[in-house]
């Protein structure tokens, strides 16, 4: 069964710093392209980093780049989200996402087919 179920969200305050997991049951995550998105209130949804299929190039939104980095462990058919340097403005739920290959405009959502619920990351002090 697919499944894709993501965790490590709460409260940190600016500056610190948060990985997100997120467990991709059923998927060959190094045959798929993997993404990471947010929503914050009121806002519409952003693209935050892909990593693309087989050889693993990573892409990142620019309010993001420098800060967060992608990965994922495919015999743990986990994908990670390291989130440095965090502000306020990185408040939101946090979706994870698959697709079957890499879309251009991936940060939109193109070619995902697949998205977790979600996990909630609060900075504030």
């Known amino acids: 069964q697919l499944q894709l179920v993501e965790s490590g969200g709460g409260l940190v305050q600016p500056g610190g710093s948060l990985t997100l997991s997120c467990a991709a049951a059923g998927y060959t995550l190094d045959f798929h392209a993997i993404a990471w998105f947010r929503q914050a209130p009121g806002k519409e949804r952003e693209g935050v980093s892909c990593?693309?299929?087989?050889?693993?190039?990573?892409y990142y939104g620019d309010s993001v780049k420098g800060r967060f980095t992608i990965s994922r462990d495919n015999a743990k058919k986990t994908v990670y989200l390291q989130m440095d340097s965090l502000s306020s403005e990185d408040t939101g739920v946090y979706y994870c996402?698959?697709?079957?290959?890499?879309?251009?405009?991936?940060?939109?959502?193109?070619?995902?087919?697949?998205w977790g619920k979600g996990t909630l990351v609060n900075v504030s002090s």
């Open positions: 990593m693309t299929p087989n050889n693993g190039n990573t």
């Open positions: 996402a698959v697709g079957l290959s890499y879309n251009l405009k991936w940060y939109r959502g193109y070619g995902m087919e697949h």
